[in-house]
Nanobody, 123 residues
Framework: QVQLVESGGGLVQAGDSLNLSCAASGGTLNRYAMGWFRQAPGKEREPVATISRYGGSTYYADSVKGRFTISRDNAKNTVHLQMNSLKREDTAVYYC????????????????WGQGTQVTVSS
């Protein structure tokens, strides 16, 4: 079983950037497709970006495509989400998640979750 801890959230202004980090322990990272999800107040949790086990395939929600980049370093057991040109609509709690033996082509099968990190974007 893998444990996930997110960090890097904070309060920023629209147009600013943030880089979220996810530190994994207790598992071999290349056995997991990884993803970032977010949940805004009053809304359902939604997928933001996913990446396959060796980084060869990625998925982005239309709302963040061109602004966010997901990456992974299996040797360091870390996953990142670089967020540029942040908008007020990006305000949410962001969660790192892992899909055992997933291929990164879908947003289902994510069974392991971090505690979340708050991102707040002011206008």
């Amino acid at each position: 079983q893998v444990q996930l801890v997110e960090s890097g959230g904070g309060l920023v202004q629209a147009g600013d950037s943030l880089n979220l980090s996810c530190a994994a322990s207790g598992g071999t990272l290349n056995r997991y497709a990884m993803g970032w999800f977010r949940q805004a107040p009053g809304k359902e949790r939604e997928p933001v970006a996913t990446i396959s086990r060796y980084g060869g395939s990625t998925y982005y929600a239309d709302s963040v495509k061109g602004r966010f980049t997901i990456s992974r370093d299996n040797a360091k057991n870390t996953v990142h989400l670089q967020m540029n040109s942040l908008k007020r609509e990006d305000t949410a709690v962001y969660y790192c998640a892992a899909d055992y033996l997933g291929d990164g082509a879908t947003v289902v099968g994510y069974d392991y979750w971090g505690q979340g990190t708050q991102v707040t974007v002011s206008s």
